[in-house]
């Protein structure tokens, strides 16, 4: 049973090159992070598609769908940011603090990645944080660079689409 579901404490091979730091510290990064990375999207997945699916893994700070720079309409992909506060307590100086769970983030990679969301098998990692600028597809026709890949991607398909 437990094949079903990713392994929360193995970090994605993926290097994102444009992270400002040295391997070991994008690696500690995604090790305390509580955003992750939703990938394999339908170009169709709402928002609020994506909010329903996350809010059983814990609550919801942020989504920032992933947008063609130039249509500025989805491309397949999503940043969620993770938030449960899941404890209150009081130190020396009578301050009340709260942390946010990596614990929520761990089940949403874990219970999450394979979930078939518009028919399409998901894809959930590990995100170092979200940064402006991240939310637009790095590709050359303004989308993802994998679908530029795929040979049954057609860029045109979204110019008919309306919201």
């Known amino acids: 049973m437990a094949s079903l579901f990713k392994d929360p404490s193995k970090l994605s091979v993926y290097r994102d090159r444009r992270f400002p730091g040295t391997q070991e510290e994008f690696e500690q990064a995604l ?43 989805p491309c397949g992909f999503c940043f969620v940011l993770i938030i449960k506060f899941v404890v209150d307590f009081l130190l020396e100086e009578s301050s009340n603090y709260r942390y946010y769970s990596r614990e929520d983030t761990e089940d949403a990679v874990k219970y999450i990645s394979g979930t078939i969301l518009d028919d399409r098998p998901i894809r959930v990692d590990f995100d170092w944080g979200f940064q402006e600028g991240r939310q637009w597809g790095r590709g050359r026709s303004g989308g993802q660079v994998r679908d530029e890949y795929r040979t049954d991607y057609d860029p045109d398909i979204l110019l008919n689409f309306s919201y």
């Open 31 to 73: 090790l305390t992070s509580t955003t992750v990375y939703l990938g394999n999207m339908s170009f169709y997945t709402t928002e609020e598609q994506v909010y329903e699916l996350f809010s059983r893994a814990g609550e919801i700070k942020k989504i920032i769908m992933g947008l063609d720079k130039n249509s500025k309409t």
